[in-house]
C-alpha cells in the first residue's frame, strides 16, 4: 500500500490537457482542402501576374521600337520641302536647254543623293500617275474630264507624297480624271 495521496488535480498521463481535443480526422480533411484551395488560388494569381509582366513587357518593346522608328519623322518632314525645291530646279533647268545642262547635271545628282539618303531610313516616295485614285495616300486637288485616262485614275501629280515605313508622311496632290461629258 501507497502511503502517498493522489492528488484530484494531476492530470491522467494518457488524457488530452484540459480544453484541447483531438482533431477529428473530417476536421482535418477540411483543412488540408482549405489550404489547397488557398494554395491554388495563389498560384493562379502568380500566374496571372506573370502574364502581365510578359504583356507590359512586350508593349513597351513595341513602344520603344516604334519610338525609334519614328523618332525622325519631323526633320524628315521638313526635308521633304528640300526634295520638292529641287525637283522643280530639275524641271527648270531642264527648259532652260544646253546653257543648264550643267547645273541640272549636279542637281539631278545632288537629288539622287538626297533619295538615297531618305530611302536608307524608311522614307518612300509615293508617285501615283495612272493609278487609281487612292484617298489613304492621295489628296486631289481637282478632277479634270479626260477621254485617255480611266475615270478615277490619277491624271498629274502635283506633289509626289511620301511614307515612312509604311506609315503616311504626305499625301500625294493629285488631278484626278473624270468621264468626259456626254455631248
Known amino acids: 500500500m501507497n502511503d502517498i495521496p493522489e492528488t484530484p488535480d494531476a492530470p491522467a498521463p494518457d488524457a ?78 531642264a527648259e532652260a536647254g544646253e546653257s543648264g545642262k550643267a547645273l541640272a547635271d549636279g542637281m539631278q545628282l545632288t537629288w539622287r543623293q538626297l533619295m538615297s539618303v531618305l530611302e536608307k531610313h524608311g522614307v518612300r516616295q509615293v508617285d501615283p500617275s495612272g493609278q487609281p485614285f487612292n484617298p489613304d495616300f492621295h489628296q486631289a486637288m481637282t478632277m479634270v474630264e479626260s477621254a485617255d485616262v480611266a475615270p478615277n485614275h490619277v491624271l498629274s501629280v502635283m506633289q509626289k507624297g511620301y511614307t515612312l515605313h509604311e506609315r503616311l508622311l504626305r499625301p500625294a496632290m493629285v488631278v484626278v480624271a473624270k468621264a468626259p461629258a456626254a455631248s
Open 16 to 93: 488530452a490537457p484540459e480544453g484541447s481535443q483531438s482533431p477529428t480526422p473530417e476536421a482535418l480533411q477540411a483543412r488540408v482542402e482549405t489550404l489547397e484551395n488557398e494554395a491554388q488560388t495563389a498560384r493562379e494569381a502568380q500566374l496571372r501576374a506573370m502574364a502581365e509582366l510578359e504583356n507590359t513587357r512586350r508593349r513597351l518593346e513595341r513602344d520603344a521600337q516604334n519610338t525609334l522608328k519614328f523618332a525622325n519623322e519631323k526633320l524628315i518632314g521638313d526635308l521633304l520641302a528640300v526634295c520638292d525645291s529641287l525637283e522643280l530646279g530639275l524641271k527648270a533647268a
